[in-house]
């Protein structure tokens, strides 16, 4: 167990619907990184926070998705509009600014029908 | 942005053999390469990582080699057991954010 946990770990939903997902990392845990995995592939770079800031977006995510880590504990990421390309598991992993080691939670499977 | 490539993207081994896996970066400036093990429905699990100022490291059973110069790392397991079947991904840390290789499907046949 890493300590990284996230909610829900499985996700159905119809195309045209909004999702939001949440990840919580443990409180020492200040960098936190949302990817995105589809089978077969390794993980894609999404987002990444330090504390409360959100540092980084990947140039590639469309402007339907948002990231939010408002006290710089848990973070949701949404899907608005969802597609069925969207399906894939989403990962979180946080670690320590400074610290390379990074840590995964076990992911929200998201299914788009 | 880093590119990172990883082969073979299966590999089958008897129970006992040695299993290596090989990854290549593009950007010199990555410093810090994770491997990470993922069994079926479960998350990425770090097994063993590298820093740029080292060669090799070494973890009971796996162990890691770098080569800055020709900017390839490989993993090697020994004595290769059921339990090692996984999927196995590398990755490479540049400007705090993490490139990963495509996988390896590792089967370990008893």
């Known amino acids: 167990d890493t300590g990284v946990s996230q909610d829900p770990r499985h996700k159905i939903t119809k195309r045209g619907q909004n999702v939001t997902f949440r990840c919580d990392p443990i409180?020492?845990?200040?960098?936190l990184y949302w990817y995105r995995q589809t089978l077969g592939q390794g993980p894609e770079f999404l987002t990444y926070?330090?504390?409360?800031?959100?540092?980084?977006k990947s140039r590639l995510l469309s402007d339907r998705f948002s990231a939010e880590r408002p006290k710089g504990s848990f973070s949701t990421l949404e899907i608005q509009r969802t597609e069925q390309g969207d399906s894939a598991m989403y990962l979180c992993?946080?670690?320590?600014?400074?610290?390379?080691?990074?840590?995964f939670g076990p992911g929200t499977r998201l299914t788009v029908t | 942005g880093e590119n990172v490539e990883q082969h073979p993207s299966t590999l089958s081994v008897q129970e006992g053999d040695s299993a290596v896996i090989k990854c290549t970066y593009s950007d010199s400036a990555s410093n810090y390469f994770p491997w990470y093990k993922q069994e079926l429905g479960k998350r990425p699990q770090l097994i063993i990582d590298i820093r740029s100022n080292v060669g090799e490291k070494k973890d009971q059973r796996i162990a890691v080699t770098l080569n800055k110069t020709a900017k390839h790392f490989s993993l090697h397991i020994t004595e290769t057991q059921p339990e090692d079947s996984a999927v196995y991904f590398c990755?490479?840390?540049?400007?705090?954010?993490?490139?990963f290789g495509s996988g390896t499907k590792l089967n370990v046949k008893p």
């Open positions: 926070f330090q504390n409360e800031a959100q540092l980084e």
């Open positions: 409180s020492e845990h200040n960098r």
């Open positions: 990755a490479a840390y540049d400007f705090n954010k993490f490139y």
């Open positions: 992993a946080a670690g320590l600014a400074g610290i390379y080691e990074q840590y």
